[in-house]
């Protein structure tokens, strides 16, 4: 009997004991279903279209454009321990954007302050930046070259401006990590773009290390209602 028939049947057995569930809503999927998703989220998830990156970003691109499904999975992942849909949405990025992937030198997600932390136990960013670093000519995954310097107020009720005094100058790079950061082409990684104030002050403090360029991947992109989606829960 081959490996591949063997590995089968514990397989079958284990969908049969605890049947396969849309990570999305929860329905129940067929035995024989091959995608992560049911039909109905599947169909109700818009791949995101390339559009201009916010300055001081040369290039953004995302799987999703924000919406109930994108959210059900992104709010899984950052607040329901669902770490395990780390793999899939990581998955979408790569296949929404190789290319960032293949013109950077270092993954760096998007860095929680040491008290989120604490409470959340993980960071839902670098859970997607470490899946992206798996695969084939993937950048170096370096979680540790952005540092939140102090705590910022929730974003979520803030204007675009508001947003960016809120966050100005709280995220920076480490003295120790500034050589692996200079002349280095930097990949960041986050869940969702909003207004961009976060991944902005993120962009600015890698630059001012030293990073020739830096680029950003997210699993969705907000945009006119989704707006209201709270960035700063994470920051």
């Known amino acids: 009997m ?31 279903w091959d995608r992560m998703l049911c039909a109905a989220c599947a169909g109700q998830i818009r791949p995101a279209p390339r559009i201009d990156a916010p300055v001081p970003l040369r290039r953004h691109h995302a799987a999703f454009i924000y919406g109930p499904v994108a959210r059900d999975l992104i709010f899984g992942l950052k607040y329901g ?54 695969g084939g000519e993937s950048p170096i995954y370096a979680p540790g070259l952005l540092r939140r310097l102090r705590s910022t107020t929730p974003l979520a009720r803030l204007s675009a401006e508001e947003r960016k005094t809120v966050v100005s100058g709280a995220i920076g790079v480490p003295a120790r990590q500034v050589e692996q950061v200079r002349g280095r082409c930097v990949l960041l990684v986050d869940d ?20 020739r360029s830096v680029d950003l991947l997210t699993v969705a992109r907000a945009g006119g209602e989704s707006e209201e989606f709270e960035e700063g829960m994470r920051v």
């Open 2 to 32: 081959s490996g591949a028939l063997v590995a089968f049947w514990p397989r079958r057995l284990l969908d049969f004991v605890l049947p396969p569930r849309c990570p999305a809503c929860d329905a129940m999927l067929p035995a024989s």
């Open 81 to 134: 321990d669902r770490t395990e849909l780390a793999r899939f949405l990581a998955g979408e990025m790569r296949k929404a954007a190789p290319d960032l992937l293949a013109a950077n030198d270092l993954l760096v997600p998007v860095p929680l302050h040491f008290s989120r932390m604490w409470r959340r136990r993980y960071n839902q960013s670098a859970l997607l930046a470490r899946v992206l670093s798996k």
């Open 192 to 211: 969702v773009l909003t207004t961009g104030a976060t991944a902005g002050d993120c962009a600015r403090a890698l630059l001012a290390a030293g990073a």
